[in-house]
């Protein structure tokens, strides 16, 4: 898996071809089709453990598990070092959210999952919040859902094409923004 990571990192799902992967794997592609009999099931491999990994770091990711906002939001900025320590996961999932963006994709429903589950979980933690009065009442809470996400992934794709770019300073500056939504 690692190494179709790094190959559709660097050439995409559509140009990064099996031979690459096996090559880079040390296999034949013969062997390499006998654990992944297709590139997509190999791609849809890499996207689930990856998922699964994330999940496990951050027990499951439910933000009905954590007592308040502040809670979650420490919880998943504990996390996010060993997320960007991954520059090629990051890359890929990056590559995959563009070319997703063709309706013909294999990947494209699971992104659109992916996006679809943890704006769910976003705008479940922050209806909790406005219960709780950690934010304000009028707030949106799909809205801001959408918002943090974009941000999130933001920050990320600016890190990807700019060393210089401070991800946890970004990711401070998003807690300090949410701070400031509160009553």
Known sequence: MRAAVSVFARDGYRSGSL?????AAGLSRQNLLYYYPSKQELLLAVLEERDAELDRALH????????????????VSALLPKVYADRELVALYHRLVAEAADPLHPAREWVRDRHE?????????IRRAITAGELRDDIDARALATALLGAVEGIESQWLVNDDVDWAAATRVLRAFLAACST
């Not at 031979?19 to 090559?23: G, I, P, T």
């Open 60 to 75: 499951s990711a439910d933000p009905e598990r954590y007592a308040t906002m502040a809670d979650y939001v420490s919880d």
């Open 117 to 125: 589950r943890i704006r769910d979980a976003y705008e479940s933690m």
């Open 19 to 23: 031979n690459d992967v096996a090559v």
